[in-house]
Structures are given as structure tokens and as C-alpha cells.
């Protein structure tokens, strides 16, 4: 069965070869296939053991990919306008099938993805691995960090009840309180709207308007951005010299 598949002309049209078994076959196979060339063809051990990373980037992508899958599902009950949102959560948590279920999928892979970030950021400084030549991936690192959180809080809104209503008042009146950008800076000699807290609610209470800008910057803006700047990250961590060792 085995060397039936191995020879058999659909695994030969996708990997080009029998399955290596000298390490020289193994280095062209790794060199050869799209998925196995992610990783370069040899790897010292230690940066295969768990406890160089307790794979914490890898889990954040995870969680991030989680999150995408089980965001389009929502998206196709979800409608994003004040009379809607609120009934299509309720719809989901009492109505559709295996809904609830969907809903605390997305949420608590966000909850995890905040905490995986954080620990992954951890792991970077306490192996100092900001350090030339990966301070650039150190930056965008950071990105992602903030990217993370602002899809967080953007997706707090959603759901429009009490308590994202409020957490999201509370929320964009510290960015009002921000230096230059807040209302006290100097746009707002000109017009007193033109504080980042009003470009961000769409108006200076929450409303239809901030609804609306939340949910394009959450199921679109936000992700793409993420999904661009993953993949510099990946690449940069291959280009720098693949994770930093010894610790
Ligand atoms: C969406 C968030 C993020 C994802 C999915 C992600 C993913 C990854 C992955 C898979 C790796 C390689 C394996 C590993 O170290 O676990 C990595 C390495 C790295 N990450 Fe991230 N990361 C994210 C956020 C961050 C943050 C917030 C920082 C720092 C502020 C950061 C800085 C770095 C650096 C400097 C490396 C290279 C580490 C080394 O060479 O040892 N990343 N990242």
C-alpha cells in the first residue's frame, strides 16, 4: 500500500520524488517541496526544542488563523448596523445551530492570542533577541503587537451591548486624552472635531456611525495589515538567520 502510494503518478506530480532516505535526498526534498522550504534544509536541534520557543509565535499564528476561520462564519450572521447587532448575537447564542459555540471559539482564541503575543514578546527579549540583525523584526514585531490589540478592542464594540457600549466609551475617551492627537491638541484650534477620538467613533458619542468604521476596521483593515506584516515577519525570521541560539 505504502509503495503503491509512493510511486504512484499523484505523489509524483507533487513531490517530484520517492520519499528520501539519505540525508543528501532529504536536503534536495526539503530544498524541492513549497511547504518543507518554509524551514531551511538543516536546523541545528536546539532550535527544534520546545523550550526554545514553547512555540508561542507559532501558536499566536494558530489562534490568528482560528480567528479568521471562525470570523467569516460569524460574518454571515452577523449585520453590523444598530437596529441588527445586538438580535444577531442574541440569534447566534439561541437560534443557530452550534452558534454560541462559534461565538466563544472567536472569543477566546482573541483572549489567547492577546496572551500568546505577550508571551511570545517575552521570549524574544529574555532570549535578547531584539539584538542586529534582528532589530527590524523586533519593530515589526511590535506592529503586531499593537495590530493585535486594536483588533481586540475593535471587535469589543460589536456586539453592542452594555458592556461593549461603555468599555468602548471608556476606551476612545483616553484616546481624546492623548497628547497632540487629543482633543486638547493643536487640530482642535481649528475645529474642535478634529480630535482622533471623532475620526475613530465617526461623531462624539458612540453611534451607527462608530458601529460601522469598528466593524470594517475589524473583519477588514486590521487583518490584512496583520496578515502583510506576518508575513514580512516570517520571512525576516528566515533571512535573519532563522531563531536566535544559544539562548
Ligand atoms: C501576531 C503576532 C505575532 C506572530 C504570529 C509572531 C510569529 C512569530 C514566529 C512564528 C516566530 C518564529 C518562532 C518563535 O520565535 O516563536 C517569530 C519570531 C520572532 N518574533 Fe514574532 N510574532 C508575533 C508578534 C511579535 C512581537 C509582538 C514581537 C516583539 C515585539 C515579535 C518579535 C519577534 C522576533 C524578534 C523574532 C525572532 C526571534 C529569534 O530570532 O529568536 N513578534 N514570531
Known sequence: MRKAI?????WRAVFRRPLPRSPREQKQAARNNFFLHLHPATLPRQRLRLTTTFCMGGISFLLFIILTVTGLLLMFYYRPTTAFAYRDMKDLEYAVTMGQFLRNLH???????????????ARVVYARAYKPPREF??????SLLVLTLFLSFTGYLLPWDQLAYWATSVGTNMLRAMPVLGAAGPASL???NTDVGFYFLGGRVIGESSLIRFYVLHVFVLPVVAIVLMMV???RVRKDGMLKTPL
Open 107 to 121: 472569543r477566546w482564541a482573541a483572549h489567547g492570542m492577546v496572551l500568546t503575543v505577550i508571551a511570545h514578546m
Open 190 to 192: 481649528v475645529d474642535l
Open 233 to 235: 515577519h516570517f520571512w
Open 137 to 142: 523584526n523586533w519593530v515589526v514585531g511590535v
Open 6 to 10: 509512493l510511486t504512484s503518478q499523484v
